[in-house]
Nanobody, 114 residues
Framework: QVQLVESGGGLVQPGGSVKLSCAAS????????MGWYRQAPGKQRELVAT???????YYVDSVKGRFTISRDNAKNMLYLQMNNLKPEDTAVYYC????????WGQGTQVTVSS
């Protein structure tokens, strides 16, 4: 059974930081590539970052140098450390495999605003 539970979002001021967590079921976490996605209001969901089981990472250009993706394979946990947040980072953030499974979690809202 696939289960994805995101947490850690909230209201953050520009320039602030937040760390997102994702608890994933073993059936999906065992997949080679895990990723964080986001969906801003009125926009399509987009890939933000990915990480392999051996900790090779990829970031979309807009978050490079500000976001850090990590995973704990023993705990089936995925993380996204987000620093120097900008208003354009406001979105609902989701974790999933990459390519994504058809089942998604509820996501966690990150709002960057003063």
């Amino acid at each position: 059974q696939v289960q994805l539970v995101e947490s850690g979002g909230g209201l953050v001021q520009p320039g602030g930081s937040v760390k997102l967590s994702c608890a994933a079921s073993g059936s999906i976490f065992g997949m080679y590539l895990m990723g964080w996605y986001r969906q801003a209001p009125g926009k399509q969901r987009e890939l933000v970052a990915t990480i392999t089981r051996s900790d090779s990472t990829y970031y979309v250009d807009s978050v490079k140098g500000r976001f850090t993706i990590s995973r704990d394979n023993a705990k089936n946990m995925l993380y996204l450390q987000m620093n120097n947040l900008k208003p354009e980072d406001t979105a609902v953030y989701y974790c999933n495999a990459h390519p994504p499974h058809t089942i998604w979690g509820q996501g966690t809202q990150v709002t960057v605003s003063s």
